[in-house]
């Protein structure tokens, strides 16, 4: 590719970006003639040397594939038998790695870091999700918002990806300043206090600066750590009801129980407009985010097992967002997600090797009524007028990745229901969130479920504080996971639970993406 081209490639996107409404862009699925990911499917099978490849290895000729059905009979691609087979320059198109301005390294948790170029207009058609959230959730088209980037800065997707994003907004014309501390948490703490709102300078006896005249404050980052800032803010005095907190999350599944006591510590009148989650991933940015619907609808589910059970055939909620299928088109396989694409790198068919499901919307909505639910007149009650945000965009769900799990007796258990159990009142308050499942044996190899659990800043911990959180936890598994409920003997049931100081260099390394589970 050329320098012209590219320029213009870029120019053309970049216009597009700024003149086509927010409510076009979500309406393209409705009107598209064309399935998306075929044209897709025949653009990278032309253009990208190492999808040529995979595919004439398989003996398939891209010229026979003409329909959805036959798309969906292709081959799957994923890292092992894809990614990490090929030349990073032949997974771009034309064989060119500087056909892409930035290349990001993936975190590494499921092994060795793979590196992901994009390009310029790759962020664009991302920045469009996170308008979403802006627009349809914070009302930032009409509120001076701060924009705090939280997640980790560096080779790492998050952080400068989201800052991009951001900015694209602001040059759009929304009033969106972004600052970038990355996950520096005294900084994000004396941002926010110096920048976050004009009333705060005025009570020092300060001058109000210009640029402290913010209406709204956005914190992105991943949800324990966001919580983490919130509480030790608080145990400084910050006053956060002050900011009119707003949270964008990724990275991990969060309870509603979670939800409700991360608002209730920043003062959030409003759970399904004051929080979206996103479906993000290293390999291809954001894939769906939360909506105050997919909030509203998670929210009922998970005072109703029996239904989220019905709806998604597990004991464990998933995170449960909206996704636009010209952007990203999700299939189900096996009970794995795949995705088709356009990246830096184009993806067709890719096994990002998540479990899940997706929902049409009407389907979505057709199941909740007859349950006795409707969201759309919930929302409007708690809004009082009717909210933004509801786009008859197709839902996905995502429990994760299956190896995540731990078996014990057969039964499989999830991170999720554990973190229930830490959520529960008193208990929230001993506790920073974060634990290690495992299971062990004892020296007669007899199996037992240990759970590490880090102690809140200040707190001490005692026999007494080990036997109630292990009752919560227990009651929460009996609660949440019938196999354990039916799988497990009743006296193997009560978990071993340990605790250790915040920051424990085993089980809780600071600076470190933590993982909730050891095999």
């Given amino acids: 590719m050329n320098c012209k081209s590219q320029q213009q490639r870029a120019i053309k996107a970049f216009e597009d970006f700024l003149s086509t409404p927010l409510e076009t862009l979500l309406q393209r699925h409705l009107n598209t003639q064309t399935s998306a990911a075929l044209s897709l499917f025949h653009d990278v099978a032309a253009n990208v040397p190492a999808y040529k490849a995979f595919l004439a290895e398989r003996e398939i000729n891209p010229a026979t594939i003409q329909t959805l059905e036959e798309f969906q009979k292709l081959p799957a691609i994923a890292k092992q038998n894809y990614i990490l087979r090929y030349p990073l320059a032949d997974l771009c198109r034309d064989g060119q790695l500087q056909g892409c301005d930035m290349i990001a390294a993936s975190s590494g948790s499921s092994g060795k870091p793979t590196f992901w170029p994009r390009f310029f207009t790759d962020e664009l058609q991302i920045a469009t999700r996170f308008e979403q959230i802006f627009h349809d959730s914070f009302h930032a088209d009409t509120r001076r918002t701060l924009a705090v980037i939280c997640f980790t800065l560096g080779t790492w997707v998050g952080g400068i990806f989201t800052a991009n994003c951001c900015r694209y907004l602001a040059s759009k014309g929304y009033p969106i300043t972004v600052i970038t501390p990355g996950n520096n948490k005294e900084e994000i703490l004396r941002v926010v206090e110096e920048l976050g709102s004009a009333r705060q300078s005025l009570q020092r006896g300060e001058p109000p600066q210009s640029a402290a005249s913010f209406e709204q404050?956005?914190?992105?980052?991943?949800?324990?750590?966001?919580?983490?800032?919130?509480?030790?803010?608080?145990?400084?005095?910050?006053?956060?009801?002050?900011?009119?907190?707003?949270?964008?999350?990724?990275?991990?599944?969060?309870?509603?129980?979670?939800?409700?006591?991360?608002?209730?510590?920043?003062?959030?009148?409003?759970?399904?407009?004051?929080?979206a989650s996103l479906y993000g991933t290293a390999d291809a940015g954001v894939l769906g985010n939360e909506t105050p619907l997919s909030i509203c609808i998670r929210r009922f589910l998970a005072e109703k097992p029996d239904v989220a059970r019905a709806l998604f055939g597990e004991s464990r909620l998933p995170t449960l967002v909206q996704y636009d299928p010209c952007s990203r088109f999700f299939e189900v396989q096996d009970g794995k997600l795949l995705f088709s694409g356009d990246n830096g790198i184009p993806l067709v068919r890719y096994d990002i090797l998540d479990t899940g499901g997706i929902?049409?919307?009407?389907?979505?909505?057709?199941?909740?009524?007859?349950?006795?639910?409707?969201?759309?007149?919930?929302?409007?009650?708690?809004t009082q007028h009717s909210p933004r945000g509801i786009h008859q965009l197709p839902f996905v769900y995502v429990f994760g990745r299956s190896n995540f799990t731990v078996s014990y007796f057969g039964a499989n258990i999830y991170p999720e229901n554990v973190t229930v159990g830490l959520e529960q009142p008193v208990i929230q308050e001993w506790v920073t969130g974060k634990f290690v499942l495992q299971v062990k044996e004892d020296a007669d190899k007899n199996r037992f479920l240990s759970v590490v659990v880090e102690l809140a800043p200040e707190v001490e911990g005692s026999e007494a504080l080990k036997q109630a959180i292990a009752s919560s936890i227990l009651s929460q598994l009996l609660r949440l996971n019938s196999e354990f409920a039916n799988y497990v003997p009743p006296e193997y049931q009560i978990p071993e639970v340990a605790l250790a100081p915040m920051g424990d260099s085993e089980y809780f390394p600071i600076g470190v993406k933590h993982r909730y589970t050891r095999k």
């Fill in 217 to 275: 404050v956005v914190l992105l980052g991943y949800p324990p750590f966001l919580k983490d800032v919130i509480d030790t803010g608080i145990a400084r005095g910050v006053e956060w009801q002050q900011y009119q907190i707003k949270l964008v999350m990724a990275g991990e599944v969060f309870s509603e129980e979670w939800r409700s006591l991360v608002a209730q510590r920043v003062g959030s009148q409003n759970p399904y407009s004051d929080f």
């Fill in 359 to 382: 929902i049409s919307y009407d389907a979505m909505l057709q199941f909740l009524a007859e349950w006795g639910f409707n969201p759309l007149e919930n929302l409007r009650f708690d």
